[in-house]
T-cell receptor, first 113, second 109 residues
Framework: EPEVTQTPSHQVTQMGQEVILRCVPI?????FYWYRQILGQKVEFLVS????????KSEIFDDQFSVERPDGSNFTLKIRSTKLEDSAMYFC???????????FGPGTRLTVL | QQPVQSPQAVILREGEDAVINCSSS?????VHWYRQKHGEAPVFLMI?????EQKGHDKISASFNEKKQQSSLYLTASQLSYSGTYFC??????????FGTGTSLTVIP
């Protein structure tokens, strides 16, 4: 069964460093999402992406964040200069159409020291 | 923008029923329900589209009242495997998606 994959599963970085989180959505899906979840808290929407551009972003998704689809399969989230409060689980999700089930990847745990 | 869920937490014995509510201050076009187990990604349960529909999946069902901007998830005859955190999710006119505040459900033997 097709699934969304994410790498790495855990990333440890120093404050101020850049990190890139990678996702491979399900191949025929067109809509892609990034979410973050601080430990023990709610899942927060960061950004949605369709047709090679950002379609929506939340107030959390400031200039420190960027997303890219560098090739036909990968979907990346870059944090330019990490802060302690960026420590969280980051989930990628994809779906085939604008309304419908989102398929989540297993997440990347980001720890900023 | 974020939907509010109630209750925040509930503890059930196996076989008991529960209702989880989700309400939004904004107009809803659809409501999703997800369950998340500790340390795992959210898993889709069902989606309800506007029109006041109800859906069911085994012993888990849901309703959506778009006029009241509310949805409820009904879990009947709960099983140990139902334990987890339940999130509703809502989307508006754009391609944004917001999860609710979450309800922690614990089923004990």
């Amino acid at each position: 069964e097709p699934e969304v994959t994410q790498t790495p599963s855990h990333q440890v970085t120093q404050m101020g460093q850049e990190v890139i989180l990678r996702c491979v959505p399900i191949s025929n899906h067109l809509y892609f999402y990034w979410y973050r979840q601080i430990l023990g808290q709610k899942v927060e929407f960061l950004v949605s992406f369709y047709n090679n551009e950002i379609s929506e972003k939340s107030e959390i998704f400031d200039d420190q964040f960027s997303v890219e689809r560098p090739d036909g399969s990968n979907f990346t989230l870059k944090i330019r200069s990490t802060k302690l409060e960026d420590s969280a689980m980051y989930f990628c999700a994809s779906r085939t159409q604008g309304a419908g089930e989102q398929f989540f990847g297993p997440g990347t745990r980001l720890t900023v020291l | 923008q974020q939907p509010v869920q109630s209750p925040q937490a509930v503890i059930l014995r196996e076989g008991e029923d529960a209702v989880i509510n989700c309400s939004s201050s904004k107009a809803l076009y659809s409501v999703h329900w997800y369950r998340q187990k500790h340390g795992e990604a959210p898993v889709f349960l069902m989606i309800l589209l506007k029109g006041g529909e109800q859906k069911g999946h085994d012993k888990i069902s849901a309703s959506f009242n778009e006029k009241k901007q509310q949805s409820s998830l009904y879990l009947t005859a709960s099983q140990l495997s139902y334990s987890g955190t339940y999130f509703c999710g809502t989307e508006g006119t754009g391609n944004q998606f917001y999860f609710g505040t979450g309800t922690s459900l614990t089923v004990i033997p």
